[in-house]
């Protein structure tokens, strides 16, 4: 099992920036995949961005394309998302998620998740 711990989420103005952290320990070397997730209230958890390995291959989902950016650190086995040009439709809670999944961007394909982080976009 992997425990994964997020932080750095926070409130920002629309066009900031944010960066949060996924510390994962525990087994974190038996998974091949590590993503981030967010849930808006009222919506579904959507994937956000996924890295393979270590930056082998990463996805991202079309609404964040240009603006985030993932990158895994093989060493200290954290994951970071780098947020830029932020929007209020980014405003949700943040999950870092750990696994090996067939579809990089599904929430169900994850197994292991952290708590959350609540990122605030205000107009």
């Known amino acids: 099992q992997v425990q994964l711990v997020e932080s750095g989420g926070g409130s920002v103005e629309a066009g900031g920036s944010l960066v949060l952290t996924c510390a994962a320990s525990?087994?974190?070397?038996?998974?091949?995949?590590m993503g981030w997730f967010r849930q808006a209230p009222g919506k579904e958890r959507e994937g956000v961005a996924a890295?393979?390995?270590?930056?082998?291959?990463?996805s991202y989902a079309d609404s964040v394309k240009g603006r985030f950016t993932i990158s895994r650190d093989g060493a200290t086995k954290t994951v970071y998302l780098y947020m830029s040009r932020l929007q209020t439709e980014d405003t949700a809670v943040y999950y870092c998620?750990?696994?090996?999944?067939?579809?990089?961007?599904?929430?169900?394909?994850?197994?292991?998740w952290g708590q959350g982080t609540q990122v605030t976009v205000s107009s």
């Open positions: 998620a750990a696994g090996n999944p067939s579809r990089w961007l599904e929430p169900g394909a994850y197994t292991d």
């Open positions: 890295v393979y390995g270590r930056g082998e291959y990463i």
């Open positions: 525990g087994a974190a070397e038996r998974v091949s995949t």
